[in-house]
């Protein structure tokens, strides 16, 4: 019978807006990176989506294709990060460019995970100084203890 053996990875559930859930760890580089990757390619594609509205002035049907468009594309790019089905789930019959606090949705969720990533950082931090030390005394005293013993 194998032995079983648990360690901590760090990841956690988040539930989002009470409409989804996702795991991840906060502090994991490889997420961090596709994060913020992931943020300034989408807030690019908000310039373009701005500056190509603007060129379609007042055809409306031409100018609701595109938000679509973008809007399925924006979608995409969440659920790359968070997982298929995330991005339906949050914004459910609602274009991610949306306004709501002065800001288009797809902003406010990326700044909520910024916002989570730096204080998982820092709490990591705080917890793994004082333990890290505690090792270092812990390998300074066994290595003082077994040099003696030559």
Same mark, same amino acid.
């Given at each position: 019978?194998?032995?079983? $053996?648990?360690? &901590?990875?760090?990841?956690?559930?988040?539930?989002?807006?009470?409409? =989804?859930? =996702? @795991?991840?760890?906060p502090? &994991?580089?490889?997420?961090?990176?596709? !994060?913020?990757?992931?943020?300034? +390619? $989408?807030?690019?594609?908000?310039g373009e989506?701005? #500056?190509r509205?603007?060129?379609?002035?007042? /055809? *409306? #049907?031409?100018?609701?294709?595109?938000?679509?468009?973008? /809007?399925?594309?924006?979608?995409?790019?969440? &659920?790359? !990060?968070?997982? /298929? *089905? =995330?991005?339906?789930? !949050?914004?459910?019959?609602?274009?991610?460019?949306? $306004?709501? +606090?002065? !800001?288009?949705?797809?902003?406010?969720?990326?700044?909520? $995970?910024?916002? %989570?990533? %730096?204080?998982?950082?820092? &709490? #990591?931090?705080? @917890?793994?100084?004082?333990?890290?030390? *505690?090792?270092?005394?812990?390998? %300074?005293?066994?290595?003082?203890k077994?040099?003696?013993?030559?």
């Open positions: 019978m194998a032995k079983k $053996l648990s360690f &901590d990875t760090g990841v956690a559930e988040y539930d989002i807006n009470g409409k =989804v859930k =996702v @795991r991840f760890n502090t &994991d580089s490889g997420f961090v990176e596709r !994060l913020y990757k992931l943020f300034s +390619d $989408l807030e690019a594609k908000q989506f701005q #500056e509205i603007d060129e379609i002035g007042e /055809d *409306g #049907e031409a100018m609701f294709a595109y938000a679509a468009e973008r /809007d399925a594309e924006m979608r995409a790019m969440i &659920d790359g !990060l968070l997982g /298929d *089905g =995330v991005a339906a789930a !949050l914004f459910p019959g609602m274009n991610c460019y949306a $306004l709501a +606090d002065g !800001l288009p949705v797809w902003v406010n969720l990326m700044f909520a $995970l910024a916002e %989570e990533v %730096e204080k998982a950082y820092e &709490d #990591e931090q705080g @917890r793994s100084d004082p333990r890290i030390r *505690g090792y270092n005394k812990k390998y %300074e005293a066994m290595r003082a077994y040099k003696r013993v030559k």
